[in-house]
């Protein structure tokens, strides 16, 4: 299973972005999907979870109500809307696929992951 997370560039505090990630090689339609970010010397965090049919999504308190995440699973995709961008959400977003049950912020759970792409945020 093969991700590619792409739509990470420079901007300034208060305007939108959105990070795509493209899933090849298994079946998208039945994985999790979870964006991590991870900051300059500090530990991979959570942000956001869907499940595999869409039903349910999850997100860290820190991007509630500012992000959203959702899948087209036609497209082998899964999207990170991000809103009302903050100088604190500069990070290297990461993609993932989770396979099984379990806890959706956990990224030790979490069994396929992209490159990761650079979201810098200027205030």
């Known amino acids: 299973v093969q991700l590619q997370a792409s739509g990470g560039e420079l901007v300034q505090a208060g305007v939108s972005l959105r990070l795509s990630c493209a899933v090849s090689g298994g079946t998208f339609s039945i994985y999790n999907m979870g964006w991590f970010r991870q900051a300059p010397g500090k530990e991979r965090e959570a942000v956001a979870a869907i499940r595999w049919s869409g039903s349910s999504t999850f997100y860290a308190d820190s991007v509630k109500g500012r992000f959203t995440i959702s899948r087209d699973n036609a497209k082998n995709t899964v999207y990170l809307q991000m809103n009302s961008l903050k100088p604190e959400d500069t990070a290297v977003y990461y993609c993932?696929?989770?396979?099984?049950?379990?806890?959706?912020?956990?990224?030790?759970?979490?069994?396929?992951w992209g490159q990761g792409t650079e979201v810098t945020v200027s205030s």
């Open positions: 993932s696929v989770k396979r099984y049950s379990g806890s959706y912020y956990d990224a030790n759970l979490y069994d396929y």
